[in-house]
T-cell receptor, first 110, second 116 residues
Framework: QKEVEQNSGPLSVPEGAIASLNCTYS??????FFWYRQYSGKSPELIMF????GDKEDGRFTAQLNKASQYVSLLIRDSQPSDSATYLC??????????FGPGTRLSVLP | DGGITQSPKYLFRKEGQNVTLSCEQN?????MYWYRQDPGQGLRLIYY???????QKGDIAEGYSVSREKKESFPLTVTSAQKNPTAFYLC???????????????FGAGTRLSVL
């Protein structure tokens, strides 16, 4: 059974701080990794994807991948109240299988 | 405007009734998926399809049925056998060709199903 684990939270950070979200996965065959943001009552929205070990930056978001440790993280710099949402981690094996974690609820406090 | 369209946004089911949720995509994606999400929970895979006229059961297929007669369309029927259908249903699609590095999954806006 392929599994993706995340802390359910809530993770609370003050406005302007760095939010750090973590994800571990069980399948060493996983090749691509995704972070989705889901606002309450809405569908998931892709915010980052990463394929290679190391860091990938896009604006205030940085995804970090360590395949040896089977670990992927998302850093959100200068967190804003509008970043308050549930963040879903997903992994893919280059086939049709996407496995999602349960999500981490982030609360950014003004 | 490219994307995935789900309808209706809200749906109510009476006991013993089958209901069908629509999902249409114009992204020319090969694969389509149906997920169920319960409050405070992650996504659970119901069915997926990689090509027309072919589909596979996911983790929670009991009480659901699908068809894939066209590449663009992947409707989900919630049958009367599904005793607890109240949930948020999400349709997704992806390119899904083997070895494609950017096999990204995109989601529709979702259908919220409730039981009367």
């Amino acid at each position: 059974q392929k599994e993706v684990e995340q802390n359910s939270g809530p993770l609370s950070v003050p406005e302007g701080a760095i939010a750090s979200l973590n994800c571990t996965y069980s399948d060493r065959g996983s090749q691509s990794f995704f972070w989705y943001r889901q606002y309450s009552g809405k569908s998931p929205e892709l915010i980052m994807f990463i394929y290679s070990n190391g860091d990938k930056e896009d604006g205030r978001f940085t995804a970090q991948l360590n395949k040896a440790s089977q670990y992927v993280s998302l850093l959100i710099r200068d967190s804003q109240p509008s970043d308050s949402a549930t963040y879903l981690c997903a992994v893919n094996d280059y086939g049709q299988n996407f496995v999602f974690g349960p999500g981490t609820r982030l609360s950014v406090l003004p | 405007d490219g994307g995935i369209t789900q309808s209706p946004k809200y749906l109510f089911r009476k006991e013993g009734q089958n209901v069908t949720l629509s999902c249409e995509q114009n992204l020319n994606h090969d694969a389509m998926y149906w997920y169920r999400q319960d409050p405070g929970q992650g996504l659970r895979l119901i069915y997926y399809s990689q090509i027309v006229n072919d589909f596979q059961k996911g983790d929670i297929a009991e009480g659901y049925s699908v068809s894939r007669e066209k590449k663009e369309s992947f409707p989900l029927t919630v049958t009367s056998a599904q005793k607890n259908p109240t949930a948020f249903y999400l349709c997704a699609s992806s390119i899904s060709r083997a070895g494609v590095t950017k096999n990204i999954q995109y989601f529709g806006a979702g259908t919220r199903l409730s039981v009367l």
